[in-house]
């Protein structure tokens, strides 16, 4: 079994061996990507508000503002590249595709399965992409104290 846990650090200090750090300037394109997805969606989210308010909805008024403010936040972020918001899209990611998965569980019909596809395979590979983009970003050092 230890032979086992040997080989499996091996092949991990291989892997962050042949990880090139960050140039200056230099941005991952699925950050970049997961900067424009983050962007859009809120942009989306503000479109969909102003053609869809109607007054006495304080819930969706709320719910708009939060979405708009992480994903905004998230987009500013990312094409910034900082760590935070490579991880917080990869939690949103992460429950989309987890939501949606379990959403195709009581699909009825071949356009929902449709609509999941949709949803998921792209949130599953822009979530693939952003794993190696995270470990070239690494976290920031943290000041001893």
Do not use: C, H
């Not at 304080?58 to 490579?86: F, N």
């Not at 429950?95 to 949130?123: E, G, H």
């Amino acid at each position: 079994m230890a032979r086992g846990y040997a080989r499996g650090r091996a092949r991990d200090e291989a892997a962050r061996a042949a990880l090139k750090p960050l140039a200056a300037g230099e941005r991952p394109g699925a950050v970049t990507v997961g900067a424009l997805v983050a962007a859009a969606l809120a942009l989306a989210e503000l479109v969909s508000f102003g053609f869809g308010y109607s007054p006495g909805e304080d819930e969706r008024i709320l719910r708009s503002v939060v979405a708009v403010g992480l994903l905004g936040t998230m987009a500013w972020g990312m094409w910034r590249i900082r760590y935070w918001a490579v991880l917080g899209m990869q939690t949103l990611l992460g429950i989309t595709i987890v939501l949606a998965s379990a959403a195709a569980m009581f699909a009825a019909n071949l356009k929902a399965v449709v609509l999941v596809l949709a949803i998921v395979l792209p949130a599953g590979t822009l979530f693939w992409f952003l794993v190696k983009s995270m470990a070239r970003i690494q976290m920031p050092e943290r000041p001893i104290t």
